[in-house]
């Protein structure tokens, strides 16, 4: 090959952007934020993760859930059962009897085991799955953009020549 504006033989490799300076710096930040955030999703999901194969506090939580949507249940009335798995007399007897009933319903079923089952871990998967497929596809388009290009540059005029690219 020779330098098609001084005929010189002389040609060496370089790389070269291959889109504009503003262009490249979002590429890059692009794909360092993808990295960044497929990172931290990934350990917040093994957290997460652990703490929902534990079963016990999983049916710890199940059941604060159950809790929590009963109105008159107080934060207190959660703290204590998140302490011992049981709420004191006390806080019980000043429930209505409307009330009384479901909160006694939600501790025998804890007492039972009945909360312990599955919670729903399907969707959190997808949630995640999608979640690594959007950092991936943004990861890749990031990079595609920050991606250097090869070219010959002429090292008696400094013409740039481009590479035939399959
Ligand atoms: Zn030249």
Redo the contacts with the bound molecule.
């Keep these: 090959m020779r ?1 098609d ?4 033989e002389e040609l060496t490799v370089i790389k070269v952007a291959r889109y504009s300076k503003p262009l490249v710096a979002a590429g890059y930040v692009l794909w360092i934020l993808a990295v960044l955030a497929a990172i931290g999703a990934g350990v917040y999901m093994t957290r997460s993760d652990a703490a929902a194969e534990d079963p016990g506090a999983r049916a710890v939580q199940n059941a604060v859930t159950k809790l929590e949507q009963i109105n008159a249940v107080t934060p207190e009335m959660i703290k204590d059962f998140q302490d011992d798995g049981l709420i004191s007399e006390t806080s019980l007897s000043k429930l209505g009897s409307e009330d009384r009933t479901e909160v006694d319903k939600v501790l025998s079923d804890f007492r039972t085991g009945a909360l312990t089952g599955t919670a729903s871990g399907q969707p959190v998967w997808v949630f995640w799955g999608m979640v690594f497929v959007v950092c991936g596809a943004v990861f890749i388009v990031g990079l595609a953009i920050t991606l250097r290009k090869e070219k010959l540059k ?1 090292a ?4 740039l020549i481009e590479l035939d690219e399959g």
């Design positions: 330098c504006t001084c005929k010189g002429c008696k005029c400094g013409a």
